[in-house]
């Protein structure tokens, strides 16, 4: 019969595939530079459609006022474009605001967090090349404590704006 040919049956020729599809569909998600690029033909594509669109229903209309046709044809309806045009915009709006948000938190834990502390202790298989002495840890961590502490001020200044409570004397 058909498909009884040599070779794998074709389901199980997508097989395989589905899962590698699958992760690739996940870290497309996951990464909003990736998304954006895959979005950009479909918006020039949209932009295209809705541009169409729009001179279609502009040589109606001018046929329909002009007297030489009647209001007969089916048309794409304009606004529906448009509303896909703009629901594409917003996507990669989206993207941007969150491509460039991982990039100022990648910025920021750079900067407050320049040196990779170790994860095992020494003698338990770690590195032991890579890691820096107890003493070159402490303005790491001394900058750290001075960001909690001014994160914990700002924080507790503005849910004392947010209620309306003056500072203590001395402040902090």
Same mark, same amino acid.
Do not use: W
């Given at each position: 019969?058909?498909?009884?040919?040599?070779?794998?049956?074709?389901?199980?020729?997508?097989?395989?595939?589905?899962?590698?599809?699958?992760?690739?569909?996940?870290?497309?998600?996951?990464?909003?530079?990736?998304?954006?690029?895959?979005?950009?033909?479909?918006?020039?594509?949209?932009?295209?459609?809705?541009?169409?669109?729009?001179? $279609?229903? /502009?040589?109606?209309?001018?046929?329909?006022?002009? !007297?030489? =046709?009647?209001?007969?044809? @089916? +048309?794409?309806?304009?606004?529906?474009?448009?509303?896909?045009?703009?629901?594409?915009?917003?996507?990669?709006?989206?993207?941007?605001?969150?491509?460039?948000?991982?990039?100022?938190?990648?910025?920021?834990?750079?900067?407050?967090?320049?040196?990779?502390?170790?994860?095992?202790?020494?003698?338990?298989?770690?590195?032991?090349?890579?890691?820096?002495?107890?003493? $070159?840890? /402490?303005?790491?961590?001394?900058?750290?404590?001075? !960001?909690? =502490?001014?994160?914990?001020? @700002? +924080?507790?200044?503005?849910?004392?704006?947010?209620?309306?409570?003056?500072?203590?004397?001395?402040?902090?």
């Amino acid at each position: 019969g058909p498909g009884a040919g040599p070779g794998p049956p074709p389901g199980t020729a997508q097989g395989p595939a589905l899962p590698t599809q699958a992760a690739a569909a996940q870290a497309q998600d996951f990464d909003p530079v990736q998304r954006f690029r895959l979005l950009l033909p479909q918006l020039k594509e949209s932009l295209q459609t809705l541009m169409k669109v729009a001179a $279609q229903n /502009l040589v109606q209309n001018s046929s329909i006022d002009n !007297g030489q =046709k009647s209001a007969d044809g @089916a +048309l794409q309806r304009f606004d529906k474009s448009l509303e896909e045009f703009y629901a594409l915009c917003d996507q990669l709006e989206l993207c941007l605001r969150l491509a460039h948000e991982c990039l100022s938190q990648s910025f920021d834990s750079a900067k407050h967090a320049p040196a990779l502390v170790p994860a095992a202790p020494k003698g338990e298989g770690g590195p032991g090349g890579e890691t820096l002495p107890y003493t $070159q840890y /402490l303005p790491l961590i001394k900058a750290q404590i001075a !960001g909690a =502490k001014d994160i914990h001020n @700002a +924080l507790l200044e503005g849910a004392n704006k947010i209620t309306g409570k003056l500072p203590p004397p001395g402040g902090p």
